[in-house]
């Protein structure tokens, strides 16, 4: 394969949809060999591009060109075979079924089995990919999982590969790894389409950025030759400040969790043992860990969705334990998952519907058994303002608004009901820098009202922005609670990488 040149050509394509115009004549170069990053904030466009690159999508005019051929996929199985392969932000895989039945059943193609493992082993080599195959994917860490959709597309020999946020869920160490790899195929000529948020990883890994803002291309740039800082302010068409930390103001005690355990009946839960945290009012306490280390269960104990098997919570000395969600919710206990889409929102429902879901009795949004859809349309409205999320209304379903734009409005419903304390499942998943400065901006301003939070996060950067304390949840433990402004990097890894002391 050549080293130069351009393999796919994009020219003046345009996407609509009734309430936004997803592309507004985009044109893109990916040259042959290269680590091309796709930058914007949420809404800008990027998702539909990729998903009209890869088939998912038909665009409603303009041309693409792959190897200077005209390219127009007929769907994914098309897109695949003429080359172009993409790994996505979410992790299509069984986890009751080996490493090896999860890239078998994603072929497009049946091979024998001593063939296939030939393959993917020929192939994991070659790219310091290395998965044991007989391992059951339910007990593997992110990275891992991660590797396995990367082989499965390998396997398909792709000129081109898509990757969507693929560092959003992994540790330092696990991104270090994922680098080294995309050079090894960009050496051997692959070229790659990256989309993520984080700035300065595209700085290290990426020798051209294309930028869009609202649907258009607004400028091609070398990240590693400007600022994390400026390519920010492109996406987002302005300038925007850090978060601003004022000095932590502890008052009395808001939560006390003693003793919490949990017994999960899913094969591939994570049991939490004897977890022992006192947060109080204006404190923010940060809890990172790799993911799938109990992160979800801990958050469903706190919020009501799961009954411990052990232990017991109290806010504000008033014992909560035996207490559902509605219950808590209205003591001013609030919480927001990580799962966006199917468990902080239903799909299929209006963004005021989905108000509906947890602000009900704490924004008085029914009456005498009947919702009052004026107060609720209100309150989305509001939200959306305040959030700036990018939607056609508050009409809007919740399933097509863009995974980042869902973020914030999830997180902004919580937010305006003035929470006591409130427990937070990566705040800042798959948002732009703009609206992840604004979140962050959000949480401490609401820690400096008064309320107690606990923020769960994987983004290391973020809990050492925002948080005074830091915990690690590892094999279903907390570790001792550490001051944030005392820890270094190398004790940070440490304690989300190894067993509790």
Known sequence: MSDKGTI????????????????DS?????EYGKIQALLGENGAGK????????????????????????????????????GVGMVFQHFSLFDALSVFENIALGLDNILEKKELKKQIIDVSSEYGLSISLDKIVGNLSAGERQRIEIIRCL??????????????????????????????????????????????????????????????????????????????????????????KSKIRKGKECLQINNLSFQPSDPFGIPIKNL????????????????????EEFLSLLSGELKPSNGSLFFNDEDITKYNVVERRNKGLLSA????????????????????ITAEHRMKLSKRGLIDYRISKNLSDRIIKKLDV????????????????????????????????????????????AAASSIRQQIL?????????????????????????????????????????????????????NSIE
């Open 390 to 433: 990018r939607t056609g209304g508050s009409d809007a379903l919740a399933r097509s608004l863009s995974g980042g734009n869902l973020q914030k409005f999830v997180i902004g419903r919580e937010l305006i009901q003035n929470p006591k304390i409130f427990i937070v499942n990566q705040p800042t998943w798959g948002v732009d820098a």
């Open 47 to 82: 998702s539909t591009l990729v998903k009209i690159i890869y088939g998912l999508v038909k665009p409603d005019s303009g041309r693409m060109y792959l190897n200077d051929m005209e390219y127009r996929p007929k769907g994914p199985q098309d897109a695949r075979s003429k």
């Open 26 to 30: 985009v044109s893109l170069d990916l």
């Open 445 to 497: 301003d609401l820690a400096k009202e008064g309320a107690g939070i606990i923020v769960i996060s994987q983004d290391l950067d973020e809990l050492l922005e925002i948080s005074d304390v830091f915990c690690a949840l590892v094999g279903g433990q907390l570790s001792s609670p550490e001051m944030t402004n005392e820890l270094n990097p190398s004790r940070l890894g440490m304690l989300i990488s």
């Open 337 to 356: 998952p990580e799962e966006r889409l199917g468990h902080a929102a239903v799909p299929a429902m209006s963004l005021t519907e989905n108000c509906l």
């Open 276 to 295: 022992n945290l006192k947060l109080h009012h204006g404190e923010i306490i940060g809890i990172g860990g790799v993911a799938g280390n109990g992160q």
């Open 155 to 244: 396997l398909l020999n792709p000129k081109i590969m898509i990757m969507d946020e693929p560092t959003s869920v992994l540790t330092p160490g696990e991104v270090s790894d994922l680098f080294l790899v995309l050079q090894k195929l960009s050496k051997s000529g692959m070229s790659i389409l990256y989309i993520s948020h984080k700035l300065e990883e595209i700085r290290t890994i990426c020798t051209k950025a294309t930028i869009m803002r609202r649907g258009r291309v607004v400028k091609n740039c070398d990240p590693q030759k400007i600022s994390a800082t400026k390519i920010a302010e492109e996406m987002v068409g302005t300038s925007f400040s850090s978060p601003k």
């Open 8 to 23: 796919l050509k994009i020219k003046d394509i345009s996407k609509e949809y009734p309430s936004v115009k997803a592309n």
